[in-house]
T-cell receptor, first 114, second 116 residues
Framework: NAGVTQTPKFQVLKTGQSMTLQCAQD?????MSWYRQDPGMGLRLIHY???????DQGEVPNGYNVSRSTTEDFPLRLLSAAPSQTSVYFC?????????????FGPGTRLTVL | AQSVAQPEDQVNVAEGNPLTVKCTYS??????LFWYVQYPNRGLQFLLK??????LVKGSYGFEAEFNKSQTSFHLKKPSALVSDSALYFC??????????????FGRGTQLTVWP
């Protein structure tokens, strides 16, 4: 199992550009989520999905879109990048959306918006 | 509201000494508590979790954590620290109530440094 994979590892964008961060998991997990990590703030939930075709907003959804067309993939789209979106982005998955389920994280994408 | 507090931004300990990384939590329902470790330029790795039962939970790499309901704490411990334990540690809580079901709330992280 590769677990949770993310591409790219690094990305530099200019303000106003759009891009998609890719996330895939091969564990047949129903629940997937996106977090951003900023210094001194821990991780904050952007969007999540409890299964294919179902997504919902997290704590900091503005400026981001998601879709879930398959169980394996959960891409995160930045519509018009802003410097405030400079961060490290982590994708995570768990078997289901139960409070007892362990979430497994990908290696992260480090995004810089100039 | 659900929240996690890690009162120490940094913990420094000598190799071979015991270490403790502190965590307190606040949830509306039953607490489900997790510890993750992040090595430089890596993702978060799961260490251990408390769901129910024994208050002392054992996890990966010799770590353990003690759940204390009366003090709403879930401190991470290791009897003998290694230099390789140096990393950023996150405490997190999930709750089982309402619209936030399953959402994972993270503390701000504690940087552990173990010196030789």
């Amino acid at each position: 199992n590769a677990g949770v994979t993310q591409t790219p590892k690094f990305q530099v964008l200019k303000t106003g550009q759009s891009m998609t961060l890719q996330c895939a998991q091969d564990m047949n997990h129903e629940y997937m989520s996106w977090y951003r990590q900023d210094p001194g703030m821990g991780l904050r939930l952007i969007h999540y999905s409890v299964g294919a075709g179902i997504t919902d907003q997290g704590e900091v959804p503005n400026g981001y879109n998601v879709s879930r067309s398959t169980t394996e993939d959960f891409p995160l789209r930045l519509l018009s990048a802003a410097p405030s979106q400079t961060s490290v982005y982590f994708c995570a998955s768990s078997q289901r959306n139960r409070a007892t389920d362990t979430q497994y994280f990908g290696p992260g994408t480090r995004l810089t918006v100039l | 509201a659900q929240s996690v507090a890690q009162p120490e931004d940094q913990v420094n300990v000598a190799e071979g000494n015991p270490l403790t990384v502190k965590c307190t939590y606040s949830v509306s329902g039953n607490p489900y508590l997790f510890w993750y470790v992040q090595y430089p330029n890596r993702g978060l790795q799961f260490l251990l979790k408390y769901i129910t039962g024994d208050n002392l939970v054992k996890g990966s790499y010799g770590f353990e954590a003690e759940f204390n309901k009366s003090q709403t704490s879930f401190h991470l411990k290791k009897p003998s620290a290694l230099v390789s334990d140096s990393a950023l540690y996150f405490c997190a809580v999930r709750d089982d109530r309402g619209s936030t079901l399953g959402r994972l709330y993270f503390g701000r992280g504690t940087q552990l440094t173990v010196w030789p």
